[in-house]
């Protein structure tokens, strides 16, 4: 027994100062444990100001029931139960119940409410017991941060956001996702926890060791407003023509900020979310939106002018075994320019075959002279590749060339082809699209982003207005007269182009098209470019992009230079408008007749209609719903009114 009791103090002398730092180092190690902090994500804002994403923190109160001393206990149960039934609801009893069964079973991770507000997290941790802290009443705080988008569905794929899965991989979409790791992301902090038994983890203290630090704000050039106007009229248009996806995108012109951008696509229930980033990411066959940069290429080498003839037989011409058509019964002979304004691809594979078939490279050159095979270089993930073949290609025919000159057997994004159409618009001038203003820590700028130059000059000054002018009268007198406005000028091209058609036999059976158009406005003026992409409406609405995309660019268009009407020059303020006078007289003689008796405001502008109830002798309180022209109101016309009386109008 002496023996073996001299082995047992020789064993514990040799763990207490021989090994005593080893396994204090890994008791702590298991115990203790440093656990990191997320910081709050910078927010996300538009040109303007206004909120587009932020990081909304949420808390989890919880309780270490067995931390508190008997006699605190039992001194602040009962405020504790109380102060959770006004906060939560359930009686008073259930509260002191489930803490007291807490307490018993030794729970030192109880929840007493999960991922609430940082007004409810201040209301709770001054609740009794939980006010004393981490010590004397055992109050465990746990906080975390959730992405949120107070503009809802609008441009949600293209604000993007930050997401890891299961097995540490990141998926960084949009604006959110390009600049999260750079400006967003912030830096963690430190807290450390204590192992507590069944994989449970309680903070040993109520601060943290490393306070975490927010990142960077980052101001993105989106104009709300224009965000609007292109998100709601591209819903319309699908939801009209049943299509499977679309986008929108609106751009500046002389300084490439990408002013609106918006991508729906249709889920199995028929409804429209921001599903994919088409604008950026797909690339697809452009159609006859890229017959623009065919005669282009055409003027620029000299090989054609605009009166250059050309012969477009009765709408159907064979190359190289292959029929090309037109739409229509065929336009006969043709000027170049008049071939690009009706659209028609027996032209415009004409005049490629005819003056390039020996020397593809020169067509070819000139494309690249215009980065139309390279990539723009934006931000966001995910660009889609262009796609120009060239010679010994496996895409690459005798056909290759006057199938490009149509728009087909090569393959650009959205955003790129309105790259190109806004450098026509911007005298020559091909910009990089850019989605950020600047990035900001409180009011001071971190990084301010300016215009990306990537070519100076696209072609010749000639040929630049020779192409303005035809695509002014491609909706004038063009594919695109439908959407043509006297009081209103647009330039562009339509697209129509067909998919799947390798696949003769399924495309017959069910076709599908891709419909377009991409221009600027105004025409003479320009000040946004704009293009309009809607995959597969329904053949049995229509398929033709005046049709379809059109009224899309036309409404954005209208709506944007309605509400920022582009003004040069005033020549007098001694204005008189018929129209306007007769409003204003007839206004001002309501307002002096009817000065205790309810009027008729019925077809008045509802602000209009306010102001007038609102002058009234009576006080009265008007409510509105709606907006725009007063269809209906509450209180019969002549009938005397109440004073605090309730007016309500319907608008339209």
């Known amino acids: 027994m002496f023996v073996f009791a001299l082995a047992v103090v020789f064993k514990l002398v040799s763990i207490q100062f021989v090994h005593g730092d080893k396994y204090r180092a890994l008791a702590e190690k298991t115990t203790t444990r440093d656990f990191p902090i997320p910081a709050n994500r910078g927010n996300v804002y538009s040109a303007d100001g206004s909120l587009l994403a932020t990081s909304v923190p949420k808390y989890d109160i919880r309780i270490d029931a067995i931390q508190a001393k008997d006699v605190t206990f039992e001194k602040y149960i009962g405020a504790l139960a109380d102060s959770l039934h006004v906060y939560k609801g359930k009686p008073k009893s259930y509260y002191r119940n489930i803490i007291r069964k807490a307490r018993k079973n030794k729970n030192r991770y109880f929840l007493l409410a999960r991922n609430i507000s940082y007004s409810d997290y201040i209301r709770m941790r001054n609740f009794p017991l939980l006010n004393l802290g981490a010590i004397k009443g055992g109050l465990i705080v746990e906080q975390t941060t959730r992405r949120e988008h107070p503009m809802g569905g609008i441009a949600e794929r293209t604000i993007g956001y930050e ?24 830096k963690n902090g430190k807290r450390l926890k204590q192992k507590i038994g069944n994989g449970q983890w309680k903070p040993i203290a109520d601060f943290d060791q490393i306070e975490p630090q927010d990142g960077y704000d980052v101001y993105t050039t989106i104009d709300v407003n224009i965000q609007d106007i292109a998100h709601h009229s591209l819903l319309r248009q699908l939801e009209i023509y049943e299509a499977d ?72 011409k064979s190359l190289y075994g ?54 723009l270089g934006v931000a966001i993930i995910g660009e889609g590749e262009p796609d120009i073949p060239k010679p010994g290609a496996a895409n690459w025919s005798r056909n290759a060339l006057p199938s490009m000159a149509y728009g087909y057997n090569l393959e650009m994004t959205p955003l790129q082809i309105l790259a190109f159409y806004n450098a026509i618009a911007n005298d020559g001038e091909l910009i990089k699209p850019r989605f950020l203003k600047s990035v900001k820590s409180f009011d001071k700028n971190i990084e301010v982003f300016k215009k990306e130059v990537l070519v100076e000059k696209i072609c010749s000054n000639k040929t630049l207005n020779e192409m303005q002018d035809i695509l002014k009268n491609v909706v004038i007198r063009g594919t695109g007269r439908r959407m043509y406005s006297e009081t209103f000028s647009m330039a562009g091209k339509t697209g129509t182009a067909r998919t799947d058609y390798a696949n003769t036999e399924e495309w017959n059976k069910d076709r599908k098209y891709i419909s377009s158009f991409a221009g600027y406005f105004p025409a003479d003026n320009p000040k946004y470019s704009c293009i309009v992409v809607i995959h597969k409406p329904s053949t049995k609405v229509g398929i033709y992009g005046s049709d379809v995309a059109g009224p899309v660019f036309k409404r954005v268009a209208q709506k944007i230079y309605t509400d920022t009407p582009i003004i040069d020059e ?26 205790e008796l309810m009027p008729s405001v019925i077809g008045m502008p509802a602000m209009d209609a306010i102001a007038l ?24 016309r002549h009938q005397k009114l109440q004073t605090n009386q309730t007016v309500v109008l319907e608008a339209s």
């Open 570 to 595: 005033v020549e007098t303020l001694n204005f008189e408008h018929k129209v306007v006078e007769e409003d204003f007289e007839s206004y001002y003689e309501n307002a002096r007749k009817y000065r």
């Open 322 to 375: 292959r029929v090309i058509t037109d739409s229509g019964p065929g336009y006969g002979e043709i000027s170049a320019a008049r071939a690009l304004e009706v659209s028609s691809n027996i032209g415009l594979a004409t005049i490629i075959d005819e003056h390039y078939s020996q020397e593809p490279e020169k067509f070819l050159n000139r494309l690249r002279s215009w980065r139309l095979d390279k990539t």
């Open 245 to 316: 996806h679309g986008c929108v995108v609106v751009m500046d012109v002389k300084t490439g900020e990408i002013k609106a951008i918006s991508n729906l696509g249709r889920n199995k229930n028929g409804n429209y979310y921001e599903r994919l980033n088409y604008a950026v990411g797909e690339s697809h066959e452009p159609g006859s939106t890229f017959k623009v940069m065919a005669l282009m290429a055409a003027l620029e080498d000299k090989v054609i002018d605009t009166s250059t003839v050309v012969d477009t037989k009765k709408g159907r």
């Open 163 to 186: 997401r890891q899965d299961e097995d540490g991989n990141f998926t960084r979409p949009g604006i959110d996702g390009a600049f999260g790791v750079k400006y967003l992301q912030g």
């Open 613 to 636: 109830l609102e002058n009234l002798q009576v006080d009265v309180r008007v409510k509105l719903n709606g907006n725009g022209i007063i269809k209906k109101q509450s209180v019969e």
